[in-house]
């Protein structure tokens, strides 16, 4: 069995702080952006107007079948081309935002289904246009019925952050390595990143099950 000294977690805490802050920002601006993203794609997937389906159903088969990683590195290597210069907190809060977005998408589209037709119809016949019966009436609903699964999500999209480790983000992965390129104790170096990430995920788990557990109940 492998000895685990934690005291690298001490001796480097600014460190570890500082890439701990900033997987929580990022997590956080990726979370708001992502949602908002998403509740737009998923309403115009149920869209009646027929190009309106078909761009936001490309948009979220395109962005579910290829890597994060490649997501991120079009915006951190590839916004030169166009004239601009990402660096890696940016980029990869761009890049976990557009992958998170095409999740989340599916899981709103999937409780807008949900919500009874004849509400829409009520809606529609009291006089209110498309985008007011979404906003006002269908989409508080259909998040309500999808909440376990968007906490889902931003479990995942934490896990995912690391990602940004790659890119020099400045994220808790990203200062792991810096840390571990100092002291070369590779195993107690990443055991303290993987205690950091725990700090946010397993809170968020008891909580995500605790909602799916009262909605079951209702």
């Known amino acids: 069995m492998l000895p685990v000294d934690l005291s690298v977690i001490v001796e480097h805490w600014d460190r570890y702080i500082e890439g701990f802050g900033n997987t ?13 993203l998403g509740s737009l794609i998923a309403v115009l997937r149920i869209s009646p107007i027929k190009i309106l389906r078909i761009v936001s159903a490309a948009y979220v088969e395109f962005v579910k079948n290829i890597p994060l990683l490649l997501i991120i590195f079009f915006f ?3 916004s030169s081309e166009l004239g601009l ?6 980029a990869g809060t761009i890049g976990l935002t ?32 498309y ?12 998040i309500k019925i999808v909440v376990p699964p968007l906490g889902n999500q931003f479990l995942n999209l934490i896990k995912n952050s690391s990602i940004l480790g790659v890119i020099a983000g400045m994220d808790l ?11 070369l104790d590779t195993v107690n170096v990443y055991i303290g990143v993987a205690l950091f990430y725990l700090v946010l995920t397993v809170p968020l788990s008891f909580g995500v099950r ?9």
Request: negative net charge; charged residues 15%.
């Open 24 to 36: 929580v920002l990022v997590s956080l601006l990726s979370l708001v952006l992502s949602f908002l």
């Open 76 to 78: 951190y290597y590839g």
């Open 85 to 90: 210069s990402l660096d890696g907190f940016t």
């Open 98 to 129: 557009i992958y998170t977005s095409a999740f989340i998408a599916e899981a709103i589209r999937a409780g807008i289904l949900a919500v009874p037709k004849g509400q829409t119809e009520a809606a529609r016949s009291s006089g209110l246009t």
């Open 131 to 142: 985008g007011q019966t979404m906003i006002h009436i269908v989409l508080p609903q259909a």
């Open 173 to 183: 992965m990203y200062f792991g390595d810096l840390i571990n390129s100092d002291t």
């Open 210 to 218: 605790y909602l799916e557990i009262r909605m079951a109940r209702t």
